[in-house]
């Protein structure tokens, strides 16, 4: 445990941002979960729906540093391929 007083306080904001880091990857994944099931179920016009609220996710967690940029790219591109493939399945 920190003795100094800006140690102290440094560790509870550390907790803060960590809860806060935490809830923002897992809006982001249940998001994509969501997606996922949504393709396995062939449910393309609802995927279709659930791509733009993923990339909506995925934009702001790049954009307050939670997730790289790129891997927030990289993630889109994976998802958005995968709805592509689904919709040529057909």
Known sequence: MANIKSAKK???????KNLENRS???????EVKKFKAAIAANEIALAEELLN????????AAGSSVMHKNKA????????????DAKNKK
């Open 53 to 60: 609220v993923v990339f909506s996710e995925l934009d702001s």
């Open 10 to 16: 440094r560790i509870a904001t550390n907790e803060k």
């Open 24 to 30: 923002a990857k897992s809006k982001v994944n249940t």
């Open 73 to 84: 790219a990289r993630n889109k591109a994976k998802l958005s391929k995968m709805l592509h």
